[in-house]
């Protein structure tokens, strides 16, 4: 024990633990323990009143270390080891122990929450007996940020950047403006899209601290928080951007119409070959009175090193296509309103008109909301946000353009949500729109050409059916395709939805878990552009915080080589990420190349390598304590797979109050010692779940699993290794049920035979 004079201070979270956890018999359990100087319990800890009460006790001198009961650490640790370091504490002896999404929102039964709880206190009482002051590492931080996706959100966020920071602004098609610049006009305001979104993509292009990359992916990512190391890849274009003038010659001797523009407002302001055409005759090369034509142009690696990244990734449309009864792509008139708004914007290929297949205006058109929004089956369970208003725009742009057209909405539910937009609806039906509640059953093409709706009308209590000859799916809104392979590179976890998670839906909307990631738009889950926009203020914002501090504070949670070190260099051959290397016949560490993965203390044979505040010592003494309150299953849990556990509280999901979380930096912290030391004190089995996505820790995952087992058979109970990344937090409940059931019936068993 370390002498030292703790705080343990329990929160009521008005009433969001104390319903469910007895926290005035914890706090009386906990006050006789060593070292616990006060044991204390407040209605809000996070309020001005529960910090100051806190902070009171530390200028008292009464306590030098602090242990906190409440809502998850992922909230407020920061927000706590700040005040504690105002205070005159170092920060790092102040932990917080989940007792409300891991505890009294998942357990109904208050005797077996309160006995989980009381465990859990102990253990973090344990464990900050053993905790040392630890001091930061400092690092200047790459005063420069990547911007990924080049629609609206990204374009934003570059600008708002631009002025203080350089910026890197990367985009996979060849022109930006992602989807607002395919629009028409804009809701609820009938403003021209291009109109607005074309002086920014202009001064985009023209910024002396943007540089942009069009036909550009990320390729690999590689470094750490605040010195990214990045590699793009930049696909042919077969024209240099920045020698192009514009000039449209070899689009005019090109026999092939294989150089063009995108479109006519196309930023970059340059041509493009579609190499699918081209019969490579050379006639574009010889007119080019720049030489900006580059037949031989090749697939580019570029390497940036950044110190942020903002993700803009954006939406891409579901294909209706899987909904079989709405025949898309069998019929020329069934089509979506993405194909709608082509007809009309900036990029049309119908001289912005609206027109059939046959080339004539519609007279009687469909828009069938929810295709593959709200649909619990086949597609996406949530809603798409935008679709009812967007909609009601193209139906009223359909009686502009036709003023004795026909034109109805199927919608489930009319969602009309913010300013001004509740009048649009109105509007629409001023206008002459018509409106059915129900979803629609089938659309089928007949002869003639004619479309047939199936469809109950929800309101009149009937079954319906109608002809039309044009019909609009206005289609679900996916993540766009790349937002998971990115996700994974920069180790941002995704929800089950495709889109990015944000560090908090609610207080921390732009962030990520990883601190030098930021995201905006529809990376984060479908909106509309208002929103979008904001969100992108709203990163930018918080990208110049971040860089323009200059510096970054590291967690000091790293490997610590001691003294009984024979210099065997075992450490530095096993670290995955080159951390270690041999000085003088000792190992070295690079802190900042370092994750805490804690491999090296694992496979050390005289155990001469701890992670600092997650020793050997630290992790045994943590569950000795959570164990005192009686027989559970250990769960050690990397922070990914933590935040599921988190998502499960955060969405009142169920399961058995046997299960104890111990979070470690990585499952490959662990060995026998550990795991024995666990099933030595009352553990009925132990698990190791890990969320990363990195495959320098997961391909060793298997094997970690066979030696543990191995080493830990004698003690006959279970152990088991499970992957639950982030989103899978149902996957992780129903893993976590069948594994205590079985925990419990080998020691029903078990107590059956002593009895016996």
């Given at each position: 024990?370390?002498?030292?004079?703790?705080?343990?201070?329990?929160?009521?979270?008005?009433?969001?633990?104390?319903?469910?956890?007895?926290?005035?018999?914890?706090?009386?359990?906990?006050?006789?323990?060593?070292?616990?100087?006060?044991?204390?319990?407040?209605?809000?800890?996070?309020?001005?009143?529960?910090?100051?009460?806190?902070?009171?006790?530390?200028?008292?001198?009464?306590?030098?270390?602090?242990?906190?009961?409440?809502?998850?650490?992922?909230?407020?640790?920061?927000?706590?080891?700040?005040?504690?370091?105002?205070?005159?504490?170092?920060?790092?002896?102040?932990?917080?122990?989940?007792?409300?999404?891991?505890?009294?929102?998942?357990?109904?039964?208050?005797?077996?929450?309160?006995?989980?709880?009381?465990?859990?206190?102990?253990?973090?009482?344990?464990?900050?007996?053993?905790?040392?002051?630890?001091?930061?590492?400092?690092?200047?931080?790459?005063?420069?940020?990547?911007?990924?996706?080049?629609?609206?959100?990204?374009?934003?966020?570059?600008?708002?950047?631009?002025?203080?920071?350089?910026?890197?602004?990367?985009?996979?098609?060849?022109?930006?403006?992602?989807?607002?610049?395919?629009?028409?006009?804009?809701?609820?305001?009938?403003?021209?899209?291009?109109?607005?979104?074309?002086?920014?993509?202009?001064?985009?292009?023209?910024?002396?601290?943007?540089?942009?990359?069009?036909?550009?992916?990320?390729?690999?990512?590689?470094?750490?928080?605040?010195?990214?190391?990045?590699?793009?890849?930049?696909?042919?274009?077969?024209?240099?951007?920045?020698?192009?003038?514009?000039?449209?010659?070899?689009?005019?001797?090109?026999?092939?119409?294989?150089?063009?523009?995108?479109?006519?407002?196309?930023?970059?302001?340059?041509?493009?070959?579609?190499?699918?055409?081209?019969?490579?005759?050379?006639?574009?090369?010889?007119?080019?009175?720049?030489?900006?034509?580059?037949?031989?142009?090749?697939?580019?690696?570029?390497?940036?090193?950044?110190?942020?990244?903002?993700?803009?990734?954006?939406?891409?449309?579901?294909?209706?296509?899987?909904?079989?009864?709405?025949?898309?792509?069998?019929?020329?008139?069934?089509?979506?309103?993405?194909?709608?708004?082509?007809?009309?914007?900036?990029?049309?290929?119908?001289?912005?008109?609206?027109?059939?297949?046959?080339?004539?205006?519609?007279?009687?058109?469909?828009?069938?909301?929810?295709?593959?929004?709200?649909?619990?089956?086949?597609?996406?369970?949530?809603?798409?946000?935008?679709?009812?208003?967007?909609?009601?725009?193209?139906?009223?742009?359909?009686?502009?353009?036709?003023?004795?057209?026909?034109?109805?909405?199927?919608?489930?539910?009319?969602?009309?949500?913010?300013?001004?937009?509740?009048?649009?609806?109105?509007?629409?039906?001023?206008?002459?729109?018509?409106?059915?509640?129900?979803?629609?059953?089938?659309?089928?093409?007949?002869?003639?050409?004619?479309?047939?709706?199936?469809?109950?009308?929800?309101?009149?209590?009937?079954?319906?059916?109608?002809?039309?000859?044009?019909?609009?799916?206005?289609?679900?809104?996916?993540?766009?395709?790349?937002?998971?392979?990115?996700?994974?590179?920069?180790?941002?976890?995704?929800?089950?939805?495709?889109?990015?998670?944000?560090?908090?839906?609610?207080?921390?909307?732009?962030?990520?878990?990883?601190?030098?990631?930021?995201?905006?738009?529809?990376?984060?889950?479908?909106?509309?552009?208002?929103?979008?926009?904001?969100?992108?203020?709203?990163?930018?914002?918080?990208?110049?915080?971040?860089?323009?501090?200059?510096?970054?504070?590291?967690?000091?949670?790293?490997?610590?080589?001691?003294?009984?070190?024979?210099?065997?260099?075992?450490?530095?051959?096993?670290?995955?990420?080159?951390?270690?290397?041999?000085?003088?016949?000792?190992?070295?560490?690079?802190?900042?190349?370092?994750?805490?993965?804690?491999?090296?203390?694992?496979?050390?044979?005289?155990?001469?390598?701890?992670?600092?505040?997650?020793?050997?010592?630290?992790?045994?003494?943590?569950?000795?304590?959570?164990?005192?309150?009686?027989?559970?299953?250990?769960?050690?849990?990397?922070?990914?797979?933590?935040?599921?556990?988190?998502?499960?509280?955060?969405?009142?999901?169920?399961?058995?109050?046997?299960?104890?979380?111990?979070?470690?930096?990585?499952?490959?912290?662990?060995?026998?010692?550990?795991?024995?030391?666990?099933?030595?004190?009352?553990?009925?089995?132990?698990?190791?779940?890990?969320?990363?996505?990195?495959?320098?820790?997961?391909?060793?995952?298997?094997?970690?699993?066979?030696?543990?087992?191995?080493?830990?058979?004698?003690?006959?109970?279970?152990?088991?290794?499970?992957?639950?990344?982030?989103?899978?937090?149902?996957?992780l409940m129903n893993l976590l049920n069948v594994f205590a059931e079985q925990v419990a019936a080998k020691a029903a068993k078990k107590a059956g035979k002593k009895e016996?």
């Amino acid at each position: 024990m370390s002498g030292g004079k703790t705080g343990v201070y329990l929160c009521r979270c008005g009433g969001n633990i104390s319903d469910a956890v007895d926290v005035e018999a914890i706090a009386e359990k906990v006050s006789g323990m060593d070292g616990v100087a006060i044991a204390n319990v407040q209605d809000y800890l996070c309020s001005s009143a529960g910090q100051g009460k806190i902070k009171s006790d530390i200028d008292a001198g009464m306590i030098d270390r602090v242990v906190i009961g409440s809502c998850s650490p992922k909230l407020h640790l920061e927000t706590f080891r700040a005040m504690a370091k105002m205070a005159g504490i170092n920060p790092m002896l102040l932990e917080i122990t989940n007792i409300r999404e891991q505890c009294s929102w998942v357990h109904e039964d208050q005797q077996e929450a309160t006995r989980k709880a009381k465990g859990l206190i102990t253990g973090a009482v344990f464990r900050m007996n053993s905790l040392e002051s630890l001091e930061p590492i400092i690092k200047d931080l790459e005063d420069r940020v990547l911007v990924v996706g080049g629609g609206i959100s990204g374009i934003t966020a570059a600008l708002e950047m631009a002025n203080e920071h350089e910026v890197i602004l990367v985009e996979n098609k060849a022109y930006i403006g992602g989807h607002m610049i395919g629009l028409s006009k804009t809701f609820p305001t009938f403003d021209c899209s291009q109109c607005t979104l074309t002086p920014k993509m202009v001064e985009v292009f023209n910024h002396q601290n943007i540089t942009l990359y069009t036909q550009t992916e990320v390729a690999s990512v590689d470094g750490n928080v605040g010195h990214f190391k990045v590699t793009l890849r930049r696909m042919q274009r077969y024209v240099d951007v920045d020698a192009c003038t514009s000039c449209g010659r070899c689009a005019q001797e090109c026999p092939k119409d294989a150089i063009a523009l995108p479109f006519v407002q196309a930023i970059p302001q340059a041509y493009i070959i579609d190499m699918e055409k081209c019969v490579k005759c050379g006639l574009c090369e010889k007119v080019c009175a720049v030489g900006a034509v580059k037949l031989d142009d090749r697939e580019e690696d570029i390497e940036v090193n950044v110190g942020a990244i903002t993700i803009a990734t954006g939406f891409e449309p579901i294909d209706p296509s899987i909904i079989e009864e709405y025949n898309y792509g069998r019929h020329p008139d069934i089509i979506t309103a993405i194909e709608f708004e082509e007809m009309l914007s900036a990029m049309s290929r119908t001289g912005m008109r609206l027109q059939k297949s046959d080339g004539t205006m519609p007279q009687k058109v469909a828009f069938v909301l929810c295709v593959g929004s709200r649909d619990f089956n086949r597609a996406n369970k949530y809603c798409s946000k935008v679709c009812c208003l967007y909609s009601q725009k193209q139906a009223q742009l359909v009686l502009k353009m036709n003023k004795d057209a026909d034109v109805t909405v199927f919608y489930i539910d009319m969602r009309a949500a913010g300013r001004r937009m509740e009048e649009f609806y109105h509007h629409a039906q001023e206008v002459g729109v018509n409106f059915v509640r129900g979803r629609v059953a089938e659309v089928n093409p007949l002869d003639g050409g004619a479309l047939q709706l199936r469809y109950e009308d929800t309101l009149l209590g009937e079954i319906g059916s109608d002809e039309f000859d044009m019909v609009v799916l206005c289609p679900s809104l996916n993540p766009s395709g790349g937002t998971q392979q990115l996700a994974d590179q920069l180790g941002v976890p995704v929800g089950s939805d495709g889109f990015i998670e944000e560090k908090h839906v609610k207080i921390d909307p732009v962030n990520t878990l990883n601190q030098g990631v930021f995201a905006a738009g529809c990376a984060l889950g479908p909106k509309d552009i208002h929103d979008s926009v904001t969100e992108a203020m709203s990163a930018a914002h918080k990208v110049s915080g971040f860089l323009g501090k200059g510096m970054i504070s590291i967690s000091p949670e790293k490997p610590v080589i001691t003294d009984a070190c024979d210099g065997c260099g075992i450490c530095v051959e096993e670290c995955p990420y080159g951390a270690l290397s041999m000085k003088n016949k000792k190992p070295v560490l690079e802190a900042l190349s370092c994750n805490a993965c804690g491999i090296c203390a694992a496979v050390c044979p005289q155990e001469a390598v701890e992670i600092a505040n997650y020793t050997r010592k630290q992790l045994k003494a943590q569950a000795e304590g959570i164990l005192d309150a009686g027989m559970g299953v250990i769960v050690y849990i990397d922070p990914a797979a933590y935040a599921a556990a988190d998502i499960a509280g955060v969405n009142r999901s169920p399961y058995s109050s046997l299960i104890r979380f111990v979070q470690v930096p990585s499952i490959h912290v662990l060995d026998a010692d550990i795991v024995n030391h666990a099933y030595e004190h009352g553990a009925g089995g132990v698990m190791l779940i890990e969320g990363t996505t990195d495959e320098a820790l997961t391909s060793r995952s298997k094997d970690l699993y066979s030696k543990l087992k191995k080493a830990t058979k004698e003690h006959k109970r279970p152990i088991r290794y499970s992957h639950i990344e982030t989103a899978q937090y149902e996957k992780l409940m129903n893993l976590l049920n069948v594994f205590a059931e079985q925990v419990a019936a080998k020691a029903a068993k078990k107590a059956g035979k002593k009895e016996a």
